[in-house]
């Protein structure tokens, strides 16, 4: 008997215990933050934000993440990651919970970073938070519903799912779309990770009634999450006319819009912003009020401001005259009249201005202005007729 007993005790102390924090591993490698009770096989991971569908890419084994969670948490206390690699690191480690914590903290301190509101996206349009027995039709409402109470980050997680729901054919069904009238009220909500919601969303559903809103809130939303995401959804909307109302404040807006044009062009603007933001930078160092010609272009430095370039007047693409309130598909801003008025600038602007071609081109060289100003004639030209 005694020596059952001990035997049993033996085999009990040699039993695997289940990890204090499992983690899934799928056959392709990703990692995923799941529930204790996932097993080998699974095609449908329960995370603590939601289910992730593996059907194609099945759970391959179940690891302790424990150990990994603190040896990232010592080298970002330690100062020998900062906080955007320890982002990236937690999340290929699939460490939702500590994830969602460091972007919440961060959104907290650092307001104006964009890094950890894409961050929680990219997750949440990869997990379902919907309960499986809501009906089809009831989804959409449900999500939109749930964003209003929700905290920062839930938010987010629940606009990236909302994103991927919501119907964008020509015939939609209405009850998959979020009304023109919540999304407005949306725009106006006190949670800059909300507005930025409403944005996205009015962009994906094609709200055209609301490009005016979108574009002056490409500039003029304080939060810098809200302002990406208002740029976003016009640029989804009516990208010709969000780019002309860029380019022209940019070119001789008010300071304050002039920087924030330049870095949406820098995101969203294409090649034709290549062309419009070199014109641009070309004018850095002639002092006003003198013209001077750019491959063709004059260009015409000045002091005065042109006030009227934030007002997001109609841009109505069925129009045909030269007026940039109503720019066709075929007419861009640097072409307009006889001369480009270009404002003088700051340095500032000119980092911006260098930053968004480096963004445009994908080219991780750095380039000074004179640099960039050689590569449009020799590289880019040629390869743009």
Not at 58 to 86: M, N, Y
Not at 248 to 271: H, P, S
């Amino acid at each position: 008997m005694i020596s059952l007993l001990a035997t049993a005790l033996w085999l009990g102390a040699q039993a695997p215990q289940p990890p204090a924090q499992p983690i899934a591993v799928t056959k392709s490698g990703v990692r995923v933050e799941c529930q204790s009770g996932t097993k080998v096989g699974d095609r449908e991971i329960i995370t603590p934000f939601g289910r992730m569908l593996v059907a194609t890419d099945p759970v391959a084994d179940i690891v302790d993440g424990t150990q990994q969670l603190l040896d990232l948490t010592h080298l970002h206390d330690q100062g020998l990651i900062d906080d955007e690699t320890f982002l990236q690191d937690l999340s290929t480690a699939g460490q939702l919970t500590a994830l969602m914590s460091v972007c919440a903290e961060i959104m907290t301190e650092q307001p104006q970073q964009l890094y950890p509101y894409e961050t929680v996206e990219a997750w949440g349009k990869r997990l379902d938070t919907v309960p499986k027995n809501l009906k089809y039709e009831k989804r959409v409402p449900w999500l939109w519903d749930q964003i209003q109470e929700a905290s920062p980050t839930d938010a987010l997680l629940l606009g990236a799912r909302l994103f991927e729901e919501v119907a964008v054919s020509e015939h939609p069904q209405f009850t998959r779309q979020v009304t023109i009238a919540s999304l407005r009220k949306g725009m106006r909500s006190r949670v800059p990770a909300r507005r930025r919601v409403a944005a996205l969303i009015a962009g994906r559903q094609q709200e055209f009634s609301m490009r005016e809103i979108l574009l002056q809130a490409s500039l003029r939303e304080e939060a810098e999450a809200a302002r990406d995401g208002a740029a976003s959804g016009i640029h989804a909307i009516h990208p010709h006319a969000a780019r002309q109302y860029w380019v022209r404040n940019a070119a001789n807006g008010q300071e304050k819009d002039r920087e924030l044009a330049v870095r949406n062009l820098g995101r969203f603007g294409g090649d034709h912003a290549v062309r419009a933001l070199m014109h641009i930078i070309a004018a850095w160092d002639i002092r006003p009020p003198q013209r001077f010609e750019f491959y063709g272009r004059t260009i015409w430095v000045m002091k005065q401001v042109d006030r009227g370039a934030i007002e997001a007047v109609s841009f109505d693409p069925i129009r045909q005259d030269s007026d940039v309130r109503h720019l066709n598909v075929a007419e861009e801003f640097v072409d307009l009249g006889s001369t480009l008025k270009v404002g003088v600038y700051s340095e500032s602007l000119q980092t911006a201005l260098l930053e968004a071609l480096q963004t445009l081109v994908s080219d991780s060289k750095v380039r000074t202005k004179g640099e960039w100003l050689a590569w449009y004639g020799e590289t880019w030209l040629p390869e743009h007729p």
